[in-house]
């Protein structure tokens, strides 16, 4: 059975650039820190890497910090402060804030001292995108670099958080981009690795296929690929609003990423779908994935208003740049298909 993966704001596959940098990066066998030439060439590596996806990020004069990824990029930038979110925000941020801040019902966050909140660019669930206020304290990035034309400079954040897998770069690598004077305090002691924020030995392979992936992220951006993209998204939802009668489209009619669909079915629990779309070769999502396992209602839609039933009902497609109409159009067929069994035993059930 061939299979298809819908599942891209989970991670997105590897693209060969990040590849074939990390490769490269395989042969440097020095350590950053050390000040001979081996030494000095793998530091190269990492600062040229470092300055990438500055330039790609728009975030030319800030700093970009390398993690292990957007939760320890999280942990960096939010540990020891004070801030406020809605109730919308991945758990890597959730973990650190207050979740006290109205959401409305087009996902939208109700920010009254921008200093003192966190606020994401884009939903990994509904792709609902914000608009963010000048001085903000945090904005989590991950899902809209890449998909969407972000400069850090112009964001009005303070702080962004960043993970190369969700781009097309490798897992385990991520980055915290620091307005230059913001002040934060390591969690990892130990070095002066990365300017003193991050003590340990940089990640030489991952930075190298992070900045090749961001570099080419911002070339698709450029070339105007996400557009299609867009039209497929939007022939999906069109597809299924005809005979998906009960289903809610969540932020439909919202600023949203590109590739991104949140549908949900009261009384049809999410896990369930992505069991059935699974065994039919299709790769979906009940959720971020950091969730996933968790028999729950999406607080994402339980934040903005919709009732538990229509939360525990909610998935999430997020399509990629290699999803083709013949992808779409197979999903929604079987989606479909499993949705009228679904109904008929409902209705034998209230016979």
């Not at 939208?108 to 608009?131: F, Y």
């Not at 069991?275 to 339980?302: E, H, P, T, W």
Request: charged letters at 20%.
């Amino acid at each position: 059975m061939m299979r298809v993966y819908l599942d891209h704001n989970a991670s997105a596959p590897l693209r060969p650039e990040a590849r074939d940098a990390m490769i490269a990066a395989m042969d440097v066998v020095g350590n950053p820190s050390s000040v001979h030439g081996e030494g000095r060439k793998a530091k190269a590596l990492v600062e040229k890497a470092r300055t990438d996806i500055a330039s790609a990020f728009g975030a030319d004069g800030a700093d970009v910090v390398f993690t292990s990824g957007a939760t320890e990029a999280a942990a960096l930038a939010l540990a020891g402060r004070d801030l406020h979110a809605g109730d919308i925000e991945h758990d890597a941020v959730a973990a650190w804030v207050k979740a006290d801040l109205n959401v409305d019902l087009m996902g939208q966050v109700n920010v009254s001292d921008p200093a003192s909140s966190a606020v994401q660019l884009a939903n990994s669930e509904t792709g609902i995108v914000q608009i963010l206020p000048a001085g903000l304290a945090v904005s989590d990035m991950t899902q809209a670099f890449g998909k969407l034309p972000v400069a850090f400079n112009w964001s009005g954040a303070e702080m962004a958080l960043l993970s190369a897998h969700k781009l097309g770069g490798p897992k385990g690598i991520g980055a915290l981009v620091v307005k230059r004077g913001t002040n934060i305090h390591a969690q990892l002691r130990g070095g002066g690795q990365e300017m003193g924020r991050r003590a340990g030995t940089e990640n030489v392979i991952g930075a190298a296929g992070f900045a090749a992936a961001a570099n080419a992220a911002a070339k698709d951006l450029a070339d105007g690929v996400w557009e299609r993209v867009a039209s497929l998204r939007d022939l999906l939802e069109e597809t299924l609003v005809v005979e998906a009668k009960g289903t809610i489209f969540v932020g439909k009619d919202a600023k949203r990423l590109p590739n991104t669909i949140c549908i949900a079915t009261p009384g049809w629990k999410g896990e369930t779908q992505v069991m059935q779309m699974d065994l039919a070769g299709y790769a979906i999502s009940a959720g971020s994935a950091c969730s996933s396992g968790k028999v729950r209602a999406s607080r994402v839609l339980k934040a903005m208003g919709y009732e538990e039933a229509a939360a525990a009902g909610a998935i999430r497609i997020s399509l990629g740049l290699d999803t083709t109409e013949q992808d779409i159009m197979g999903f929604a067929k079987a989606w479909l298909a499993q949705m009228k069994k679904h109904r008929d035993r409902a209705l034998r059930g209230a016979a």
